[in-house]
């Protein structure tokens, strides 16, 4: 097994941990250090908290939530497809539309079941 290969990756992951850690290290070193009690309090905003941190949403939010984390991955799945589309030939093309049907079922279900409104 060729180590060489490994390389790059391995330079990816320590410039990506540089450009990360790097930036936090200067401010950390070079920043200035001038406590204040309005600096160490929690932010809220710029006017004061009215409700307890622990307040219930309501599940619509959350429900809108999920159904743009799942469309979103959804449509992140055809991304790979649009690139080797010459390469799948028709059962591929033929495969990605009935995924794409059964999701605009399912899009067409959420919308009539209102589950995208918002009031």
Do not use: H, T
């Not at 990756?9 to 309005?38: H, K, M, N, S």
């Not at 495969?95 to 409104?117: N, Q, R, T």
């Amino acid at each position: 097994m060729n180590l060489d290969q490994y390389l790059p990756v391995l330079l990816f992951i320590l410039v990506g941990v540089g450009v990360g850690v790097a930036p936090q290290v200067l401010g950390r070193l070079l920043g200035p250090v001038r406590p204040d009690a309005e600096k160490n309090s929690p932010y809220e905003c710029g006017f004061e908290a009215f409700e307890d941190a622990r307040m219930k949403f309501d599940v619509r939010y959350y429900l809108v939530a999920i159904l743009f984390i799942l469309f979103d991955l959804e449509i992140a799945f055809l991304f790979p497809w649009a690139v080797a589309l010459k390469d799948v030939g028709a059962v591929g093309f033929w495969a990605v539309m009935i995924f794409l049907s059964i999701l605009i079922v399912g899009f067409i279900y959420e919308w009539k079941k209102g589950a995208l409104d918002w009031e």
